[in-house]
């Protein structure tokens, strides 16, 4: 079992998965594992992953074979487990929970080598869909309190197989930077009665000099004080609160934007390896008492997705201070990414 262990100087959690226990010597080389010929994740293959969750699928064919679209497995590898209680327990100064938690796998496509930004509209549409209705499945776990949603595209963003895939991780804790956003939205909201993400997508709009993309319904932009060269958000334009809210036609102007914005950043960095994380609102329905302290939740926090190109290695400053050096402006990264022919 996977164990939950918090630093009381840090005041962070940290998973300690062994499980997943490597030996010293199984550092060294960092190779894919994936050989040529063979991917768990391409149709006919659907006995080597555990059984299907979900999928989604145009005609009739049965579960765990060929025909889907979308496919939802648990990871094979999970970082946290389904099964069991917290046992919240103290040893000495330190707190440990059992690492409970569900991980699962979103297959984006049957088809091996599409990148995500070739998808066709209705079909990315369709995968935000699957998130989306997988986070509504998961938050009817009272034991998780967040289900974080992302995306790792090439190997030095972390993605160990190149089939175009998906993650979720729902879990019994609020990751610490959600946690941040969440108390700053509970300040601005205790001192103004108003959404601070709201505020500030609307303080872009008038500036304009962040933003690489406006539909209307969603915005991509820069943030101000961007952590690594070409970050961005993208976020709805009306208050939403959690992305398990999103409509059905939502999901077809968010899958408009994102296949925009990642083609943007595909032709003006030459296909970088990125991340893009979902940040939402925590799960309501949790029975934590940490829920006590955001009572304005709904009307206060607003959903959005940071990208985030890998360009860049974090060195010693960055992990030994939690401090970023951004040698690219975010006004020079927006203005860059609105004029690149794509
Ligand atoms: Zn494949
Ligand atoms: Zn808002």
């Given at each position: 079992?996977?164990?939950?262990?918090?630093?009381?100087?840090?005041?962070?959690?940290?998973?300690?998965?062994?499980?997943?226990?490597?030996?010293?010597?199984?550092?060294?080389?960092?190779?894919?594992?994936?050989?040529?010929?063979?991917?768990?994740?391409?149709?006919?293959?659907?006995?080597?992953?555990?059984?299907?969750?979900?999928?989604?699928?145009?005609?009739?064919?049965?579960?765990?074979?060929?025909?889907?679209?979308?496919?939802?497995?648990?990871?094979?590898?999970?970082?946290?487990?389904?099964?069991?209680?917290?046992?919240?327990?103290?040893?000495?100064?330190?707190?440990?929970?059992?690492?409970?938690?569900?991980?699962?796998?979103?297959?984006?496509?049957?088809?091996?080598?599409?990148?995500?930004?070739?998808?066709?509209?209705?079909?990315?549409?369709?995968?935000?869909?699957?998130?989306?209705?997988?986070?509504?499945?998961?938050?009817?776990?009272?034991?998780?309190?967040?289900?974080?949603?992302?995306?790792?595209?090439?190997?030095?963003?972390?993605?160990?197989?190149?089939?175009?895939?998906?993650?979720?991780?729902?879990?019994?804790?609020?990751?610490?930077?959600?946690?941040?956003?969440?108390?700053?939205?509970?300040?601005?909201?205790?001192?103004?009665?108003?959404?601070?993400?709201?505020?500030?997508?609307?303080?872009?709009?008038?500036?304009?000099?962040?933003?690489?993309?406006?539909?209307?319904?969603?915005?991509?932009?820069?943030?101000?004080?961007?952590?690594?060269?070409?970050?961005?958000?993208?976020?709805?334009?009306?208050?939403?609160?959690?992305?398990?809210?999103?409509?059905?036609?939502?999901?077809?102007?968010?899958?408009?934007?994102?296949?925009?914005?990642?083609?943007?950043?595909?032709?003006?960095?030459?296909?970088?390896?990125?991340?893009?994380?979902i940040h939402s609102a925590p799960n309501i329905r949790s029975r934590s008492v940490w829920m006590q302290d955001f009572p304005?939740?709904?009307?206060?926090?607003?959903?959005?997705?940071?990208?985030?190109?890998?360009?860049?290695?974090?060195?010693?400053?960055e992990w030994g201070t939690g401090f970023h050096i951004n040698p690219t402006p975010p006004e020079l990264a927006a203005d860059?990414?609105?004029?690149?022919?794509?």
């Amino acid at each position: 079992m996977p164990e939950l262990r918090h630093d009381p100087i840090q005041r962070q959690w940290v998973i300690i998965a062994s499980e997943r226990a490597r030996r010293p010597s199984e550092f060294e080389v960092t190779v894919t594992q994936q050989s040529a010929e063979f991917c768990p994740f391409c149709p006919c293959n659907e006995d080597k992953t555990p059984p299907e969750i979900m999928a989604v699928r145009d005609g009739f064919s049965a579960p765990n074979s060929p025909g889907w679209s979308v496919r939802v497995v648990a990871n094979k590898y999970p970082a946290l487990r389904i099964e069991g209680d917290l046992d919240r327990a103290a040893e000495g100064l330190y707190d440990r929970m059992n690492g409970v938690g569900a991980h699962e796998i979103v297959i984006e496509t049957p088809d091996h080598t599409r990148h995500i930004a070739d998808q066709p509209q209705s079909h990315l549409a369709k995968v935000l869909r699957t998130y989306r209705d997988r986070l509504l499945d998961l938050q009817r776990d009272t034991r998780f309190l967040y289900v974080a949603i992302f995306r790792n595209y090439g190997e030095s963003a972390g993605a160990t197989l190149s089939h175009p895939h998906s993650q979720l991780i729902a879990m019994p804790i609020v990751p610490r930077v959600i946690e941040i956003e969440l108390r700053s939205a509970r300040d601005h909201y205790y001192q103004r009665e108003r959404c601070l993400f709201c505020d500030l997508l609307r303080q872009e709009r008038d500036a304009g000099s962040r933003i690489v993309v406006d539909n209307g319904d969603y915005i991509a932009y820069a943030p101000y004080a961007a952590r690594s060269p070409f970050e961005l958000i993208l976020a709805p334009t009306r208050h939403q609160h959690d992305f398990a809210h999103i409509t059905d036609d939502g999901t077809e102007k968010l899958a408009a934007i994102l296949i925009e914005t990642l083609h943007r950043l595909r032709s003006a960095l030459n296909d970088p390896p990125f991340n893009f994380v979902i940040h939402s609102a925590p799960n309501i329905r949790s029975r934590s008492v940490w829920m006590q302290d955001f009572p304005y939740l709904a009307d206060g926090y607003h959903w959005h997705i940071e990208i985030i190109p890998r360009l860049t290695k974090s060195a010693g400053f960055e992990w030994g201070t939690g401090f970023h050096i951004n040698p690219t402006p975010p006004e020079l990264a927006a203005d860059y990414l609105r004029r690149v022919k794509y």
